[in-house]
């Protein structure tokens, strides 16, 4: 066994029909953080957080956090949602600890997609864990593409009023790879179609203005929910509880609750960025909470 074999311990491309459309979800990479308390539910004890975790089977102290980007291949054309890492943490010092190394170009290509190929790239919100792989070196990555932003997303970060102290790197990062794209992208409000079955929703909270967004064909429906949920435990039972990466808490919290409920009610099909890979499952509303149920097989029928 070679050496690369040895290493991969875990799949990083998971592709499924969906209708009309192929859907490939990519791993573009993982970081392993410390503490999901005060991380998660800073406003609760300690304890309370070990007690969830531990009624979860997994540890409080350590956690996985990946970064799944989704590609969409309508036939007609590639729509990717969300750009990884790219070359954040080379590029960037104070970033070195918090990513991985994108590698979304390189398994796009195993995954028989070349940046080229791209014709539309969705940026949910402007974090660097989503922008980053959109250019290298200060060139495009996804040469022939047209991008869409959120309308109020773009705005706040090319304003750059009312950025809090955290965020300060992210508005530079932004100003330098986001914003010279503005004549190649689109600006949308929730409820406009960027394509054809694919509907922006308001997910405002985790970011000023990030969206979600519902896909639909024949019938079948799936909402890229993006940061709504940033862990599959501690953000999906507890949606109360406030998040330290959220940039407006009451709001965040607002929206994990309403969408939430909306993908539990209509039993959507939910890809969220920072899910276990494949990122892909459902929500069931227990009696005063909800759970992430993984996909098992329901996709590869
Ligand atoms: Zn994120």
Redesign the pocket.
């Known amino acids: 066994m070679s050496a690369t074999a040895k290493s991969e311990m875990q799949p990083a491309i998971y592709r499924f029909t969906f209708g009309n459309l192929e859907i490939i979800n990519i791993l573009d990479g993982k970081v392993i953080r410390k503490g999901l308390h005060p991380a998660f539910g800073s406003e609760r004890s300690a304890d309370e957080a070990r007690d969830l975790c531990c009624a979860n089977h997994i540890d409080s102290d350590r956690y996985e956090h990946p970064?799944i980007p989704t590609l969409i291949d309508t036939g007609k054309q590639l729509i990717l949602f969300?750009t990884g890492n790219g070359a954040l943490r080379r590029e960037y010092e104070p970033l070195r600890d918090r990513l991985s190394d994108g590698r979304l170009v390189e398994r796009l290509a195993q995954a028989g997609y070349q940046p080229a190929d791209v014709d539309i790239v969705v940026v949910t919100?402007g974090?660097?864990?989503?922008i980053g792989g959109l250019m290298e070196g200060g060139q495009p990555i996804f040469t022939n593409a047209r991008y869409v932003f959120g309308a109020g997303e773009f705005d706040f970060w090319k304003r750059g009023e009312k950025v809090r102290e955290a965020r300060k790197f992210n508005r530079e990062l932004f100003v330098k790879i986001a914003l010279p794209l503005a004549n190649r992208s689109s600006f949308v409000e929730p409820g406009i179609d960027v394509a054809p079955g694919i509907r922006a929703i308001d997910a405002a909270g985790?970011s000023p203005g990030m969206l979600a967004y519902h896909v639909e064909s024949e019938g079948k429906r799936l909402l890229i929910w993006?940061?709504t949920c940033?862990h599959y435990v501690m953000a999906v039972q507890r949606p109360d509880w406030h998040h330290d990466?959220d940039d407006d808490k009451d709001q965040a919290v607002a929206t994990r609750r309403r969408i939430l409920s909306m993908a539990a009610t209509e039993k959507l099909l939910v890809a969220g960025?920072?899910m276990p890979f494949p990122g892909l499952g459902f929500v069931e509303q227990s009696s005063h909470a909800y759970r992430w149920m993984p996909v098992s097989y329901q996709l590869n029928l």
Do not use: C, G, R
């Open positions: 970064f969300d919100h974090h660097p864990d989503h985790h993006a940061d940033v990466v960025y920072h």
